[in-house]
């Protein structure tokens, strides 16, 4: 069919030069995406048949010159900002491979041309211009705004002179540091220091000491710098300590007045057995209807921390407690956090509540929020939860009973309705009196703690519903949501194409509901396999990450359209918002600024992500320090993870994950196929791809970059050795015919 313009004539065709013009043209305009040749032809009006040949043309000789890029199978894009000024985000690396952000573009800088810029330095850089066959780089001309930071390491002291021993893997030098600004440091202390100065010819920067951790190796030090190399704090200011223990408990005739009273009401808390802060407890009654009133209280933490207080500011700023290994790191002073807002038992406390009316089916018949007065009749571990509900027996058997019940009537409905199911076992250590771990043992979600996310998900539900959702036609004020956004479809389908060779089908196309219950049936399938922990966590990291935002999308994972975070108010600032809002509006106040709430929402979405880090950084710790101990001992694991420089192995006795470099791989050279996750040898064709399982040998276990090494075990039962090449010997890597494959042996790999 002839193509026609709009007075219904053929449209004329493009010259070339015309042609060439508009398409770089566009290209430059939109230099921030990629575009097909259809777009490309369609936006510069190349509707004549033979123009949509010559776009395909045009597009391929341009990107042989090097003029655009081919950014993906038949996407284009310009190549921007060739030649000039710019301005981006410096990324230093301790291996040498520094660069520039700019528009997401990872652009090369030499370490002669960085002006020694730090890792999250804004700077403006001069872009070379592209040469045929050559990586741009840039030159960094000005440093316009330094990233505040620091660097934790081991102090080596001299006669003359002092270092900080980096730990930091955006920084390969040591800190020179003056004897007079050690502050007390000695050879083998931990500490934090500031680069003061670091002057363009010399190859080390001058700095000082900001405080010292203790020993290396000592524990409270090690985590200490956990923190430290986090941004996150490790001590509570001494203020903020006095002004907490000013607070009391506030429990006034007056104020109980103003409060409904469940103080005769059956309740209690259900927590892990180490926990000190107790931020929730569920009572529960049986109506005259039959049906049963269940209050999901949370401790009212707003009614003693006030807006711009100075406690308040601390939380603000911490926005989470952090856990580590063996330790809490609180949001709040412990006099609050684990004193007279902890809903301790057998103590009055002033709570914020949801009260729910529910049938036998779990259904809501009416709700409630408000602030209410309670006093707890019993504190349970989850253990002691547990045994009652398997055996039925114990104290207050009916009401945990009556709970379990309704809770997985609420789950099975949850499920159907399209929520995920990811129930994935928590690695936790044993520690001793010195914080060694001894002992490596599992965390099971079980029926008690089920229970209690099931109460605490309907609160949070509703309190974001009584907000968010409004009549038609009606804005909803402004909130604070927890929301989940959709997963990105090519992470989706990327998985599934793992998934499928270990043998099973994930839906990829469909309703999120149809998705969600094909993931959840593959999670079911894979229970007790090798493959399991793997695939749980690949299936993880193809969701997008929950954050807080005041533009409700809906959560994901829940699949639910209204959800927020209400019930953990001692750990996190998001509730303490949410809170103070739901008092507001009860109080018929105006929607609260909407923007100042969004950077709220965003700096504690930020310091989640750090606290989350920390929580990993010490669990990889405590793993090599409980392996150092078993250097030479043999395991069986499965491959986790596949790159260039070897593959990752998951012990299925401690879920330790260790490396197993390819330099150690003896019997052959190895090409990494990106595309399969997998190395393969030339020679013999032995190939390691994601979910094998091995026999791994403990070989090296650095605490400094918490990093384990593993030696692969052989069919003989023999760990791998090195290769020693003879004057004979053909080596692989001169194959000119293997010249775009990743070559890869350790030996001549560089460890990233």
């Known amino acids: 069919m002839k193509t026609k313009d709009k007075a219904g004539a053929q449209a004329p065709r493009m010259k070339k030069k015309e042609l060439l013009e508009k398409v770089m043209g566009f290209l430059e305009k939109e230099s921030r995406q990629a575009f097909n040749y259809k777009q490309i032809a369609f936006a510069v009006g190349a509707t004549h048949p033979?123009?949509?040949?010559?776009?395909?043309?045009?597009?391929?000789?341009?990107?042989?010159?090097?003029?655009?890029?081919?950014?993906?199978?038949?996407?284009?894009?310009?190549?921007?900002?060739?030649?000039?000024?710019?301005?981006?985000?410096?990324?230093?690396?301790?291996n040498g491979r520094n660069?520039?952000?700019?528009?997401?573009?990872?652009?090369?800088?030499?370490?002669?041309?960085?002006?020694?810029?730090?890792?999250?330095?804004?700077?403006?850089?001069?872009?070379?211009?592209?040469?045929?066959?050559?990586?741009?780089?840039?030159?960094?001309i000005e440093i316009i705004e330094p990233k505040e930071q620091v660097f934790i390491g081991t102090l080596n002291v001299e006669k003359d002179y002092a270092a900080l021993v980096t730990d930091s893997k955006f920084l390969a030098a040591d800190i020179i540091i003056p004897r007079s600004k050690l502050k007390g440091g000695k050879s083998g202390d931990k500490a934090i220091a500031r680069i003061t100065q670091w002057r363009d010819e010399e190859m080390n920067p001058r700095g000082e000491v900001v405080d010292i951790l203790g020993r290396k190796g000592e524990n409270t030090a090690e985590m200490h710098a956990i923190l430290a190399e986090f941004g996150l704090p490790y001590k509570y200011p001494e203020n903020v300590e006095k002004a907490a223990a000013k607070i009391d408990a506030g429990i006034t005739p007056e104020e109980v007045a103003k409060r409904e009273d469940f103080r005769g009401v059956t309740t209690f808390t259900i927590d892990p057995r180490d926990a000190k802060d107790f931020d929730d407890a569920l009572s529960i009654r049986q109506l005259a209807n039959g049906n049963w009133e269940v209050g999901v209280h949370i401790a009212d933490v707003t009614h003693y921390?006030?807006?711009?207080?100075?406690?308040?500011?601390?939380?603000?700023?911490?926005?989470?407690?952090?856990?580590?290994?063996?330790?809490?790191?609180?949001?709040?002073?412990?006099?609050?956090?684990?004193?007279?807002?902890?809903?301790?038992?057998?103590?009055?406390?002033?709570?914020?509540?949801?009260?729910?009316?529910?049938?036998?089916?779990?259904?809501?018949?009416?709700?409630?929020?408000?602030?209410?007065?309670?006093?707890?009749?019993?504190?349970?571990?989850?253990?002691?939860a547990q045994k009652i509900?398997?055996?039925?027996?114990?104290?207050?058997?009916?009401?945990?009973?009556?709970?379990?019940?309704?809770?997985?009537?609420?789950?099975?409905?949850?499920?159907?309705?399209?929520?995920?199911?990811?129930?994935?076992?928590?690695?936790?250590?044993?520690?001793?009196?010195?914080?060694?771990?001894i002992d490596v043992y599992f965390k099971e979600s079980k029926d008690a703690n089920k229970l209690i996310e099931e109460f605490m998900l309907l609160a949070?539900?509703?309190?974001?519903?009584?907000?968010?959702?409004?009549?038609?036609?009606?804005?909803?004020?402004?909130?604070?949501?927890?929301?989940?956004?959709?997963?990105?479809?090519?992470?989706?389908?990327?998985?599934?194409?793992?998934?499928?060779?270990?043998?099973?089908?994930?839906?990829?196309e469909g309703s999120a509901k149809e998705v969600n219950k094909s993931l959840n049936r593959l999670l079911r399938d894979v229970k007790g396999r090798g493959e399991e922990n793997m695939l749980a966590m690949l299936a993880i990291r193809s969701m997008a990450k929950a954050v807080y935002t005041t533009d409700n999308v809906g959560h994901y994972g829940l699949a639910l359209d209204y959800y927020t975070h209400f019930t953990s108010p001692i750990r996190r600032y998001p509730d303490m918002m949410v809170h103070r809002l739901l008092a507001k509006y009860a109080e018929g106040a105006r929607s609260v600024d909407k923007l100042k709430l969004e950077?709220?929402?965003?700096?504690?979405?930020?310091?989640?992500?750090?606290?989350?880090?920390?929580?990993?950084?010490?669990?990889?710790?405590?793993?090599?320090?409980?392996?150092?101990?078993?250097?030479?001992?043999?395991?069986?694991?499965?491959?986790?993870?596949?790159?260039?420089?070897?593959?990752?192995?998951?012990?299925?006795?401690?879920?330790?994950?260790?490396?197993?470099?390819?330099?150690?791989?003896?019997?052959?050279?190895?090409?990494?196929?990106?595309?399969?996750y997998c190395l393969t040898g030339r020679k013999y064709h032995n190939k390691y791809t994601l979910g094998d399982i091995v026999k791994v040998q403990v070989a090296r276990a650095d605490l400094d970059r918490k990093q384990l090494d593993f030696a692969l075990i052989n069919d003989e039962g023999n760990p791998n050795k090195p290769i020693v090449e003879g004057k004979g010997s053909k080596n692989p890597r001169h194959n000119p015919k293997d010249k775009k494959k990743s070559r890869t042996r350790g030996g001549n790999k560089r460890r990233q």
């Open 50 to 94: 033979a123009n949509r040949m010559d776009v395909i043309n045009l597009l391929e000789e341009l990107t042989a010159l090097e003029e655009i890029q081919e950014v993906s199978l038949g996407r284009y894009k310009a190549i921007s900002n060739r030649g000039t000024e710019n301005v981006g985000l410096f990324v230093r690396r301790s």
């Open 99 to 140: 660069g520039v952000m700019i528009d997401d573009e990872l652009i090369l800088v030499a370490e002669r041309n960085s002006m020694h810029a730090l890792n999250g330095d804004k700077v403006k850089v001069e872009i070379s211009a592209r040469r045929k066959g050559q990586e741009p780089e840039a030159k960094v």
């Open 460 to 508: 949070n539900l509703t309190v974001a519903e009584s907000i968010g959702k409004v009549a038609k036609g009606k804005k909803a004020k402004s909130f604070v949501y927890r929301v989940h956004d959709n997963p990105d479809p090519e992470k989706i389908n990327n998985f599934s194409l793992i998934a499928l060779r270990f043998g099973h089908k994930v839906k990829t």
């Open 599 to 676: 950077d709220l929402c965003k700096h504690s979405s930020d310091m989640e992500q750090l606290a989350a880090n920390a929580e990993r950084a010490s669990i990889r710790y405590k793993q090599v320090e409980y392996m150092r101990d078993r250097l030479g001992e043999v395991y069986t694991g499965v491959i986790s993870g596949v790159t260039e420089w070897g593959f990752y192995v998951e012990l299925d006795e401690s879920k330790c994950e260790g490396l197993v470099p390819v330099r150690d791989l003896a019997d052959d050279y190895y090409d990494y196929d990106e595309k399969n």
């Open 305 to 384: 921390v006030h807006p711009n207080s100075i406690i308040d500011r601390e939380a603000q700023n911490r926005a989470t407690s952090v856990y580590l290994v063996d330790r809490t790191i609180p949001m709040l002073p412990e006099h609050l956090s684990n004193g007279i807002c902890s809903l301790r038992p057998e103590e009055e406390k002033l709570t914020f509540s949801a009260i729910f009316e529910l049938d036998a089916k779990a259904n809501v018949i009416n709700h409630r929020i408000g602030r209410t007065v309670i006093r707890s009749d019993r504190r349970f571990t989850y253990e002691e």
């Open 389 to 437: 509900i398997e055996t039925g027996e114990g104290d207050f058997a009916k009401e945990v009973l009556a709970l379990d019940r309704l809770a997985k009537e609420l789950r099975r409905r949850r499920y159907d309705n399209g929520a995920l199911e990811f129930d994935r076992a928590e690695v936790r250590f044993e520690i001793d009196k010195d914080g060694h771990p």
